[in-house]
């Protein structure tokens, strides 16, 4: 499997009606870490994974990949990583697989525009939510 967590035990599906919106930057602390396997299935997006492990050696770097219903294309979020993504048509529709279910008391978040991490997001943001927006820097979950 080439590293690669093969479980699978949760599927949710983003809708988005505006282009321009931000959703992330999503993981879970342990002992609820999980993998993600992300595909657009309507519209695009720009989704980005930012590496949080501290013994990695792309440890804060991150990189963003388009992905597209016609191209239908997936990007892999290793377990430790931060997730997150932009919509950059109307009505995009994502859809993910994780490898575990949701757990409130692990869910966690890094500020998208985090200096810590020099994230380019290729069109300005239009919509956040209030939860999005308000995750701390890096620095302040360490």
Known sequence: MHGLNPRLVQCNISFNTKRGTLRGMHYQRAPYREAKLVRCTRGS??????????????????IG???TADERNML????????????????????????????????????????AFGIRWPEQIRVI?????S???FEQTQ
Request: include cysteine; proline fraction near 6%; hydrophobic fraction near 30%.
């Open 129 to 133: 939510s209030e939860r999005d927006r």
């Open 45 to 62: 997006i720009y989704d980005v994974v930012v590496d949080l492990r501290p013994s990695s050696p792309n440890f804060k770097e991150w």
């Open 135 to 137: 995750y701390p820097n």
């Open 76 to 115: 892999y979020v290793p377990e430790g990583c931060g997730h997150g993504f932009l919509t950059l048509q109307d009505e995009s529709e994502v859809f993910y697989q994780m490898s575990e279910f949701y757990d409130q008391a692990s869910a966690a978040g890094v500020r998208w525009n985090d200096d």
């Open 65 to 67: 990949v388009t992905l």
